[in-house]
């Protein structure tokens, strides 16, 4: 039978009964054949839970026969009959200590050896050895080696893909095969368009481990081409996207939009990890997706247990970073309070941590949990563990601490003590803008006239620092800033640039809202000077005029 008329019929099979039936009824078949007959019983048979039928397949004669053939006419094999009877043989999880095996390995390496093989071949016998012997395996070098030598402008996208995952395991310093891969990024730019679902995850997972932060174009065309395809993306393959974006820093509006029709629809049937790697990629790119926070409340408050404490931490901390509350919110804290109550102690104590301080920054109180966190054991395991007591737990301590205080009056639990609290507060997320401030600063000093009136940047007894006070008597009177008697009334202006606001939003983030939650209940009058009210602002004047409506609503009424 005619090769063509052969691989168009088996392709049609959809059984390993048909395709054993099918070459039993030959008389004559190549080694090609064979092989392709091999792999067809691969694709039909194999998923991912492993052979379907193993006694049907292994113990049929056909199959025996054909196996028999390959272990003891190896030499006279074509490279592609031998590579792809070992790719085929390699996936049905054919022992890898037997003689089969070992006799179709030795004769590939040979003929590596005399450098008679393709590039396709070689990718072939490389896509065996990851499978058979994983990164150890001394032959991947050397078949890279090979490859080096190869015109990569021929390469096809399968080819070029298996490359990247070699070198994946082979490079072992910073630049070696650095060449190779400049080359193969170049090339890859020209193809992108070429690519499925499963090469683009490759091919952004190798860059990924092989540190290509140079290769922003390749990046960036990836990640673009990536969004048409998110529905058709396996939960790995989007796994391995969404790390690629957090690991190069790239975000794509589109790519969100892309998100937020994807997760809605498929919540409950989406893996646990990478519903967790969403929301950690919202988190880290301070994109509040309202679509994707609802949908992941519903699919955590449907079915918690599926959750690691690990991806449970993942998809509620994002909640409070960026200061949101689902619509289902009373059902999503209940359900976490459920799973704490049960899985308290299988949760890691830095992990538990951030998960609670991330629920008061959205006034959901743990106070259930909290003489736990603050007990002596407790805060010994922080220390016991990287990264200890740094400054960023401690901080969490405290505010956790100060919330209590200020929020939660009824609580009666044990307090944090004084040698774990911090002097002020580390705010990792909504530093202060300098160049806002010091615009803000030139109006005030414009209206109030004096330097003396206001103080920057003033550290608190209560761990927050001001942006900017102003102090006023009992009349309504602005006092000198450094006065401390007579002081009547506090205004704490909070100058908020856009890194304390979610991305493209005018959302705060939790830490700040908070802040500015505590201040009012310490006595301040809080003052928002958002970064999108005074941008249009041209001049001092028109900021004084600003600042004289925000601060002092009542006499700028009279002045008008």
């Known amino acids: 039978m005619d090769e063509q008329v052969f691989f168009k019929k088996l392709n049609s099979l959809c059984t390993s009964t048909e395709v054993f039936d099918f070459v039993s009824s030959l008389e004559v078949m190549s080694d090609t054949m064979a092989s392709g007959a091999l792999q067809r019983i691969s694709e039909v048979e194999v998923d991912d839970s492993g052979l379907k039928n193993p006694e049907g397949v292994l113990e049929n004669e056909v199959f025996r026969a054909l196996c028999f053939q390959f272990e003891f006419k190896s030499s006279k094999l074509s490279n592609s009959g031998l590579l792809n009877a070992l790719q085929a043989l390699t996936k049905l999880r054919i022992d890898p200590q037997s003689t089969l095996m070992a006799s179709l390995l030795s004769e590939g390496e040979e003929r590596l050896g005399k450098g008679q093989l393709t590039v396709k071949n070689l990718c072939a016998l490389g896509e065996s ?56 990024n170049s ?28 290769a922003v174009p390749l990046v960036t065309a990836l990640c673009k081409h990536s969004v048409k395809h998110i529905p058709y993306f396996t939960g790995d393959e989007l796994v391995n996207v969404l790390e690629a974006f957090l690991y190069f820093g790239h975000r794509e509006q589109i790519f969100t939009e892309a998100l937020e029709t994807h997760v809605p629809k498929s919540i409950f049937t989406m893996h646990p990890q990478t519903v967790s790697k969403v929301m950690q990629y919202c988190c880290r790119k301070m994109i509040l997706s309202k679509p994707i926070f609802d949908a992941v409340a519903k699919g955590f408050i449907s079915d918690a247990d599926r959750f690691t404490t690990d991806q449970i931490a993942e998809c509620i901390i994002p909640f409070g970073t960026l200061n949101y509350l689902p619509p289902s919110a009373s059902s999503l804290f209940r359900k976490l309070e459920t799973v704490l109550h049960t899985r308290f102690s299988h949760f890691k104590p830095h992990t538990l941590l951030n998960l609670l301080h991330s629920c008061v920054l959205i006034q959901h109180y743990p106070v259930n949990f909290l003489p736990k966190i603050f007990s002596p054991y407790f805060l010994q395991q922080l220390q016991a563990q990287p990264p200890g007591l740094d400054r960023i737990v401690t901080s969490q301590l405290t505010q956790l601490f100060l919330t209590v205080a200020l929020e939660c009056p009824f609580y009666e639990g044990p307090k944090l003590l004084r040698k774990y609290q911090v002097k002020a507060f580390l705010t990792p997320h909504s530093s202060l803008d300098v160049h806002l401030l010091k615009r803000v600063k030139t109006g005030l000093l414009y209206l109030l006239k004096k330097r003396i009136y206001f103080a920057s940047e003033v550290s608190t007894p209560y761990f927050y620092t001001v942006d900017i006070e102003i102090k006023l008597d009992e009349e309504g009177f602005v006092l000198p800033a450094a006065q401390c008697e007579e002081v009547h009334r506090r205004i ?33 009058e809080v003052v928002q000077i958002p970064f999108f009210e005074i941008e249009s602002l041209q001049n001092c004047r028109k900021m004084a005029e600003y600042l004289h409506k925000k601060i002092f609503p009542h006499t700028y009424e009279l002045s008008c």
């Open 129 to 184: 050895l990851l499978e058979l012997e994983g990164p150890s395996c001394a032959t991947l070098e050397q078949i890279v080696n090979h490859m080096q030598e190869k015109d990569i402008e021929k390469w096809s996208p399968r080819e070029m893909v298996m490359v990247y995952k070699m070198l994946q395991v082979t490079v072992r310093e910073g630049e070696q095969y650095q060449d190779l891969l400049n080359r193969m």
């Open 187 to 214: 090339v890859t730019l020209t193809i992108v368009s070429q690519l499925s679902p499963k090469f683009i995850s490759v091919i952004l997972n190798s860059l990924v481990v092989l540190h290509q932060t140079r």
């Open 492 to 524: 704490a202006l909070c100058v908020d640039g856009q890194n304390r606001f979610c991305v493209n939003s005018h959302n705060l983030l939790g830490e700040e809202a908070i802040k500015q939650r505590h201040l009012q209940l310490l006595g301040y």
